[in-house]
């Protein structure tokens, strides 16, 4: 098993910034392939982000190419995305995600992680 844990989330105006953390514990994180969506309400939850289990390959939607950043740090277990230029249709709940298939490529669909987070929302005011 593998427990999720994010942060960082909150309310920016546009044009701000913000960084999320997502902790793993109860599995080596190095093995993981790791993934940012989200889910805003009344919409089905949609990819943003995800880098491969070696940190090799990064993917990212194209809503948010330019934008956002993902990154890892296997040292602390934790992934990161860090958001720029936030724009009132990024408000979200942003939920981190672990796939244990030591893929090559970053999987878009979320039905193939294996462990979610809880959540932490983020709002962007115009």
């Known amino acids: 098993q593998v427990q999720l844990v994010e942060s960082g989330g909150g309310l920016v105006q546009a044009g701000g910034s913000l960084r999320l953390s997502c902790v793993a514990s109860g599995r080596t994180f190095s093995v993981l392939a790791m993934a940012w969506f989200r889910q805003a309400p009344g919409k089905e939850r949609e990819f943003v982000t995800g880098?491969?289990?070696?940190?090799?390959?990064?993917y990212y939607a194209d809503s948010v190419k330019g934008r956002f950043t993902i990154s890892r740090d296997n040292a602390v277990n934790t992934v990161y995305l860090q958001m720029n230029s936030l724009k009132p249709e990024d408000t979200a709940v942003y939920y981190c995600?672990?796939?244990?298939?030591?893929?090559?490529?970053?999987?878009?669909?979320?039905?193939?992680?294996?462990?979610w987070g809880q959540g932490t929302q983020v709002t962007v005011s115009s």
């Open positions: 995600a672990a796939d244990r298939a030591r893929r090559t490529s970053v999987l878009t669909r979320a039905i193939g992680y294996d462990y």
């Open positions: 880098i491969t289990w070696s940190g090799g390959s990064t």
